[in-house]
Nanobody, 129 residues
């Protein structure tokens, strides 16, 4: 069982930056693929980014490429999402997610919320114009 706790959300002006973190319980953090999803107001949850266990392989949703950076610190059991050049349309509840890695998941699979067994409670990010 993995427990995930997000932190770092809040209100920021358009063009600003925020860094989210996701702290995970457990002793085998590097065996998990970690990801961020978000749910804008009144919309479906959507993929933001994933990072594989070693931290060397990542993937991003089209709407955040070149603006967001996902990373992880396995020694701290923590994943991060650095969000730069924020836009009002980035306003959403952001969720941290985890899955035990088989090592063979495709990028497409890892961009689907159905791939993840563990979820945080979510944290609000609001971007004002």
């Amino acid at each position: 069982q993995v427990q995930l706790v997000e932190a770092g959300g809040g209100l920021v002006q358009a063009g600003g930056s925020l860094r989210l973190s996701c702290a995970a319980s457990g002793r085998t953090f590097n065996n998990y693929v970690m990801a961020w999803f978000r749910q804008p107001p009144g919309k479906e949850r959507e993929f933001v980014a994933y990072v594989r266990g070693s931290g060397s392989a990542v993937g991003y949703g089209d709407s955040v490429k070149s603006r967001f950076t996902i990373s992880r610190a396995n020694a701290k059991n923590t994943m991060y999402l650095q969000m730069n050049s924020l836009k009002p349309e980035d306003t959403a509840v952001y969720f941290c997610a985890a899955r035990l890695s088989s090592g063979f998941e495709s990028a497409a699979r890892l961009s689907s919320e159905s791939a993840y067994a563990y979820w945080g409670q979510g944290i609000q990010v609001a971007v004002s114009s």
